[in-house]
T-cell receptor, first 111, second 110 residues
Framework: SQTIHQWPATLVQPVGSPLSLECTVE??????LYWYRQAAGRGLQLLFY??????ISSEVPQNLSASRPQDRQFILSSKKLLLSDSGFYLC??????????FGPGTRLTVT | RKEVEQDPGPFNVPEGATVAFNCTYS??????FFWYRQDCRKEPKLLMS???SGNEDGRFTAQLNRASQYISLLIRDSKLSDSATYLC???????????FGTGTKLQVIP
């Protein structure tokens, strides 16, 4: 079964600073990968989706970007963080039967 | 209208009680449905899939009503450890078309 790693677990960044969050997956090859954000007290918002290396679909236009440099690596980035970027960022993969599995998440606070 | 809607709760129930949550979906093309459990400040974890014929896993029963476009989760003999937020999910075709509800919070009281 697959295991998803995310780091860092928590992050406090000032407004205007850059961001890089990493997600790696073990136990599966060519996974479909997702980045979600969950704002405090709110539901999961799909940010990006990737079916393979270099293939990224953006669901929500914003100051975030994603990259998939390797089969089992998915990176979320920003050049300049906004206060509204605070939230719980989750990486997930999906099985052929549509069950999703999540990493432990990164809790980002933008100050 | 949201694609997937849930009553946010909280549902406060005593230990041993039976509690049921409903989740409605608006996209009639939705094909696959799931319930996830999310503990405070943790990632969601798959609780169970929802099959057309209904399915049961121990104290948990999930059902799908396509005519009325809702899914339900029934928890029998509630335990303190069942306290969490329960998210419903609908897939409407393709790996990208996944929509999460905002969750229903359950608090089981001693």
């Amino acid at each position: 079964s697959q295991t998803i790693h995310q780091w860092p677990a928590t992050l406090v960044q000032p407004v205007g600073s850059p961001l890089s969050l990493e997600c790696t997956v073990e136990g599966t090859s060519n996974p479909n990968l997702y980045w979600y954000r969950q704002a405090a007290g709110r539901g999961l918002q799909l940010l990006f989706y990737s079916v393979g290396i270099g293939q990224i679909s953006s669901e929500v236009p914003q100051n975030l970007s994603a990259s998939r440099p390797q089969d089992r690596q998915f990176i979320l980035s920003s050049k300049k963080l906004l206060l509204s970027d605070s939230g719980f960022y989750l990486c997930a993969c999906i099985r052929s039967t549509y069950e999703q599995y999540f990493g432990p998440g990164t809790r980002l606070t933008v100050t | 209208r949201k694609e997937v809607e849930q009553d946010p709760g909280p549902f406060n129930v005593p230990e041993g009680a039976t509690v049921a949550f409903n989740c409605t979906y608006s996209n009639s093309a939705s094909q696959s449905f799931f319930w996830y459990r999310q503990d405070c400040r943790k990632e969601p974890k798959l609780l169970m899939s929802v099959y057309s014929s209904g399915n049961e896993d121990g104290r948990f029963t999930a059902q799908l009503n396509r005519a009325s476009q809702y899914i339900s989760l029934l928890i029998r003999d509630s335990k303190l450890s069942d306290s969490a937020t329960y998210l419903c999910v609908a897939h409407s075709g393709g790996y990208q078309k996944v929509t999460f509800g905002t969750g229903t919070k359950l608090q089981v009281i001693p």
